[in-house]
């Protein structure tokens, strides 16, 4: 029922953001281009498939992505305050970028920025990981206090980044963390969408598992789950996918913290639910944020993640208290 | 079933086990006692495959316990700890059903629901199934993760103080428990505060103290006040119980100050 209910919003909300813009198309104009029947306007069809429906798909895979790295993450370390961000995921590929803007390598050609971005992400949450471990097994806690170290030690180096790079890095730095998904083109789609998929397919896999981990640690073992190897998984899934994510698309808070909440609210907290619906939850949302991004101010492309703050932020406080008392508090 | 073979813990430079040999035998009622800080949770840790042993060995039907897979270890032996919260809203029944997490796959699947509604019936929280966990009280808490451990229907089953927070009757309820698995041919480990409690259910009685096993025995022989006043270094009465003839363990208890 939940599943059918965001699959059409799904397609309801690719559909009509594919046509609404500053040149904008009508909803039977979108379907007829995806049916592949030839559109009246030539400039339509180029513009549709150019520009609005890389876009579309890509706000899709990077919101599939933080949705279901927000439940994984919640999930794996039995806490409801985690989100990717806390393993260094995105402070990391922060300073991958910014090293490539500030020093304008483009060794990849346009791939430079997303390329360093994706690297450093993956570097920076192996070392959380490797440097939370003690006596082959890591803990919650210490865990997140790693990721609060290295996300401050990534945070002083863009910092650092900043003050050294010029005027127009400095811009540029700005509004990468912003986060946006303005300049989506196919090519990067399609570098993108294998990365998502690993991450979907590999957190589908875990997800009955997880139920286990919010019993503890010790508990879950004593249940017979290998704790280690399923922690291992999940942060190679929520590196590589949310690396990939936010290398093209920059730093969108919110959606991997507010989504697997907002559908814990309605289906509960077992995990083989919640995972796959983070998934489509998180697409729906950050598709529907792009749409308001782009539409709210004429001619003007709002930040994404600035929207998806703004607007998730009291829409997420206003949905705690009204559930506090019914869900029993947060242990 | 379980045992230990010379376990010693050393954690931060403390011995907490200081070479201790037991065994759960078929049947048993094993009840470990001590003032705190013994080591008897240690050991129960050290057996359950938590704790790194610094020296001998903790034994599971023939194996070391690290050497068997986490699931096969789980088809063996339940464990209840002392400190069960749970971090998400799950209904109890989801939570109860989680003890089944180990027989995903085999043939035991069949039992996953006679076993949950047994585990539910038997710790008397049937009527709580449909509540979200977090919002029981300590000692509802405390049987539902009793329940999980039941519905894992393995031979043997440590429970590490699993009455600390119950009532009377809930206590009385959780030893019957214990024991009418150990005589479906399975085997108990219990930790346990309760001295009279501990006397009048063990099949058999271990005393641990600063991380040695002093005594090991019927209660009737270790539950001596001699022994017991030695151990947790206050005066201990013991005197059989009038009409079972049990040993009831007392402490000392006057107003005055203590010489």
Not at chain 2, 208 to 223: N, Q, S, Y
């Amino acid at each position: 029922m939940l599943f059918a209910v965001l699959v059409t919003a799904l397609v309801v909300v690719s559909v009509v953001s594919a046509g609404a813009g500053q040149y904008g198309l009508p909803v039977s104009d979108v379907v007829r281009a995806l049916l592949d029947k030839p559109l009246a306007d030539p400039f339509a069809e180029g513009a549709l498939w150019a520009v609005r429906f890389p876009r579309v798909v890509m706000s899709l895979l990077v919101g599939a992505v933080l949705g279901v790295c927000g439940a994984l993450m919640q999930g794996s370390f039995g806490n409801p305050l985690a989100e990717p961000g806390v393993v260094g995921v995105s402070s990391g590929a922060a300073v991958g970028a910014c090293l490539s803007i500030v020093f304008g390598w483009t060794f990849l050609g346009a791939f430079t920025v997303p390329g360093l971005a994706f690297a450093a992400g993956l570097v920076t949450t192996f070392s959380v990981y490797a440097l939370s471990r003690s006596s082959g097994r890591t803990g919650t806690v210490s865990m997140i206090l790693t990721g609060v170290a290295v996300n401050a030690v990534a945070g002083a180096v863009v910092a650092l980044l900043m003050f050294i790079g010029d005027q127009a890095a400095r811009e540029q730095i700005v509004f990468w963390q912003l986060g946006s998904v303005a300049g989506a083109r196919w090519s990067y789609v399609w570098v993108a969408l294998p990365l998502v998929a690993i991450t979907a397919l590999a957190s589908l896999v875990v997800a009955r598992r997880l139920d286990l981990l919010s019993l503890g640690d010790r508990q879950a073992r004593h249940l017979g789950v290998d704790v280690e190897r399923l922690r291992l998984v999940v942060i190679c899934a929520v590196a590589i996918g949310v690396s990939a994510a936010v290398s093209y698309a920059g730093i969108i808070s919110f959606v991997g913290l507010v989504v697997p909440h907002l559908v814990r609210m309605v289906v509960g907290p077992g995990h083989r639910v919640l995972v796959p619906a983070s998934l489509l939850g998180g697409a729906v949302l950050l598709a529907a944020a792009d749409l308001l991004a782009r539409t709210a101010v004429r001619y003007a492309d709002l930040p994404i993640g600035m929207v998806t703050a703004l607007i998730g932020g009291p829409f997420f406080f206003w949905l705690l208290r009204r559930n506090r008392t019914k869900a029993g508090g947060w242990a | 079933m379980i045992a230990a073979v010379g376990v010693s813990v050393r954690v931060g430079g403390a011995l907490l086990v200081d070479d201790v040999s037991l065994e759960l035998g078929v049947g048993e009622v094993l009840v470990l006692v001590g003032p705190n800080g013994a080591g008897k949770s240690t050991l129960l840790g050290a057996l359950a495959g938590d704790v790194a042993v610094a020296g001998g060995e903790a034994v599971l039907d023939g194996r070391g316990v690290g050497q068997w897979r986490a699931v096969e270890a789980a088809r063996r032996r339940g464990v209840l700890v002392q400190q069960n919260s749970v971090s998400f809203p799950f209904d109890v029944r989801a939570v109860v059903e989680m003890g089944r997490a180990p027989w995903r796959g085999t043939d035991a699947e069949d039992e996953d629901e006679v076993a949950v509604a047994s585990a539910l019936a038997d710790t008397g929280v049937e009527h709580l199934a449909d509540r979200a966990y977090p919002t029981l009280s300590g000692g509802e808490q405390a049987r539902v993760a009793l329940a999980r451990v039941l519905a894992q229907r393995t031979p043997v089953i440590l429970l590490d103080e699993p009455t600390a927070a119950l009532d009377v009757q809930h206590q009385e309820l959780v030893l019957s428990l214990a024991h009418r698995h150990a005589g479906n041919g399975g085997g108990v480990l219990v930790v346990l505060h309760d001295l009279s409690l501990a006397a009048a259910h063990a099949d058999r009685v271990a005393v641990l103290d600063r991380g040695k096993l002093v005594a090991i025995g019927p209660p009737a022989e270790v539950c001596t006040a001699d022994l017991l006043s030695a151990v947790y270094r206050h005066p201990v009465e013991v005197f059989p119980h009038p009409r079972t003839g049990a040993p009831v363990v007392l402490p000392v208890r006057s107003r005055e100050e203590q010489p």
